[in-house]
């Protein structure tokens, strides 16, 4: 059973430039959550998608989009990147509408570097 | 949105159990408490989710009292490679997903030789 899987793994971005990152939710699961997670930080909510529409959003710009697809996995974008963007990305998976077991699994993340 | 508060940090040594509190004063009637562990570099792990008393699994134990104001993650005999960080998420993640749990600090736990 194949768990939640995200891609790059590293990659270093400059300033300005665009950025996708790609999720695979664990197999059986609908909804995909994307979360920021700063050095030394606990994870911070980004958005949700369910059904291919953003269901939630946390506290992020514009800058942040996403997309997810008829095989529900789903793609994060950042565009105009600030130093600050630097973290490490981590898209978590799920049932939505829940029941009984019902939680959320993370990927390993993908590591962004801005310089 | 229930908030969480637990210790930032705490030491141990091989083989002891390790007991890490976390409070939850305003939790809601439909959120659970889960508790995930975290290494360098990865990605959150999913150690044990409970609603009320005592819930245990191959790894650790989880205790809620009768208010839910509370929960504690027992992990027996510890060993080197427990060395992580342990987040105490509180929310409704069975029926949203996550997008209303709210991930603090966590606690570290150093486990010592």
């Known amino acids: 059973d194949a768990g939640v899987t995200q891609s790059p793994t590293h990659l270093i971005k400059t300033r300005g430039q665009q950025v996708t990152l790609r999720c695979s939710p664990k197999s059986g699961h609908d909804t995909v959550s994307w979360y920021q997670q700063a050095l030394g930080q606990g994870p911070q909510f980004i958005f949700q998608y369910y059904e291919e529409e953003e269901r939630q959003r946390g506290n992020f710009p514009d800058r942040f989009s996403g997309h997810q697809f008829p095989n529900y996995s789903s793609e994060l974008n950042v565009n105009a990147l600030l130093l600050g963007d630097s973290a490490l990305y981590l898209c978590?998976?799920?049932?939505?509408?829940?029941?009984?077991?019902?939680?959320?699994?993370f990927g390993e993340g993908s590591w962004l570097t801005v310089v | 949105l229930a908030k969480t508060t637990q210790p930032i940090s705490m030491d141990s040594y091989e083989g002891q159990e390790v007991n890490i509190t976390c409070s939850h004063n305003?939790?809601?009637?439909?959120?659970?408490i889960t508790w995930y562990q975290q290494f360098p570099s990865q990605g959150p792990r999913f150690i044990i989710q409970g609603y009320k008393t005592k819930v245990t699994n191959e790894v650790a134990s989880l205790f809620i009292p009768a208010d839910r104001k509370s929960s504690t993650l027992s992990l027996p005999r510890v060993s080197l490679s427990d060395t992580a960080v342990y987040y105490c998420?509180?929310?409704?993640?069975?029926?949203?997903?996550?997008?209303?749990?709210?991930f603090g600090a966590g606690t570290r736990l150093f486990v010592k030789a």
């Open positions: 305003n939790i809601a009637t439909n959120d659970y």
């Open positions: 978590a998976s799920s049932l939505v509408p829940g029941g009984s077991g019902n939680t959320i699994y």
């Open positions: 998420l509180v929310g409704d993640i069975r029926n949203t997903g996550g997008f209303k749990t709210i």
